[in-house]
């Protein structure tokens, strides 16, 4: 997370460059293809249903709200604060919705997001994390823009590179 962009318009470019790789990606592959599963045992349509699970996660976080909450994932299992496990659970259920159905909803997911994202300041990307989840101790003073990256650009390139290499064209 160093040399993290710390200006709006360069934040939202490395979200939208990102978003379009990873979409590109994904339109390179015949429906079949994106429900194979890969060497990792996941489908390309798990990746994209994961990578949704915590944009909508961040969407959350954003807004004050509980982001394993906004995953579907059951308060036990959240307790327990084991991101292994979270993954194993999205990706289980991403593994049973149809593909289009996916599609759709990370389409939707990330439409919201960027909207979300739009209405940020500068200011506001420089904001502690705990200024977004004061009711979450312990105080956590790093900026939000690491969280965001972490759940979005950051996010999107790991993925990229997984499937990428799973398909042999790392």
């Not at 954003?62 to 979270?86: F, K, S, T």
């Not at 990330?110 to 994390?129: I, N, R, Y």
């Not at 979005?152 to 790991?158: G, L, V």
Request: proline fraction near 6%; glycine fraction near 6%.
């Amino acid at each position: 997370m160093a040399n993290l962009p710390n200006h709006h318009p360069d934040v939202m470019a490395q979200i939208e460059t990102r978003w379009a790789e990873f979409q590109r990606l994904l339109a390179g592959q015949s429906p079949a293809q994106l429900e194979a599963p890969l060497s990792d045992s996941w489908s390309t349509k798990v990746h994209l249903g994961h990578v949704t699970a915590w944009e909508r996660s961040l969407l959350a976080l954003l807004r004050g709200q509980d982001g394993e909450a906004a995953m579907g994932v059951p308060e036990e299992l959240a307790a327990r604060h084991n991101i292994d496990e979270i993954n194993r659970f999205v990706a289980g259920q991403t593994d049973s919705m149809p593909l289009a159905e996916v599609r759709r909803e990370a389409d939707a997911v990330h439409a919201e997001l960027m909207t979300f994202l739009e209405s940020m300041s500068d200011a506001d990307l420089a904001e502690p994390c705990s200024h977004y989840q004061p009711n979450d101790p312990p105080y956590n003073a790093k900026p939000v823009i690491g969280w965001i990256a972490g759940n979005a650009w950051e996010h999107y390139e790991e993925h990229i590179g997984w499937i990428k290499a799973s398909l042999g064209t790392a």
